[in-house]
Nanobody, 124 residues
Framework: QLQVLESGGGSVRPGGSLTLSCAVA????????IGWFRERPGREREGVAC??????VKTYIIEGRFVISRDRAKKTVYLEMNNLQPDDTAVYVC???????????????????WGQGAHVTVSS
């Protein structure tokens, strides 16, 4: 079984930056495809970014402001968020795809393990 734990959420002013961490514990926990999703108030869950087991990365919709990366030694994936705006306010959720697919994507049904989410609030 895998355990997924996000950290690094908080409040930030518009234009600021914040980096979230996703620590994964369990067997081969340094080598899974991992995705970041977000749940904005009143909206459906959206795919934000993903990173594959060979560190190919994809970002969606907000490409250019958000960067996903991995530290294998720490078994942790990061989501660096820059130039944050009020519309970015959401619960950001990390998830793990345990199937070792050849690429990553933000198809929610690919992910079997989900963290509890990190709250990010962007306001003046």
């Amino acid at each position: 079984q895998l355990q997924v734990l996000e950290s690094g959420g908080g409040s930030v002013r518009p234009g600021g930056s914040l980096t979230l961490s996703c620590a994964v514990a369990g067997e081969r926990s340094d080598n899974y495809n991992i995705g970041w999703f977000r749940e904005r108030p009143g909206r459906e869950r959206e795919g934000v970014a993903c990173i594959s087991h060979d560190d190919e990365v994809k970002t969606y919709i907000i490409e250019g402001r958000f960067v996903i990366s991995r530290d294998r030694a720490k078994k942790t994936v990061y989501l660096e968020m820059n130039n944050l705006q009020p519309d970015d306010t959401a619960v950001y959720v990390c998830a793990v795809d345990p199937q070792f697919r050849g690429l990553c994507a933000v198809a929610q049904h690919w992910y079997s393990y989900w963290g509890q989410g990190a709250h990010v609030t962007v306001s003046s």
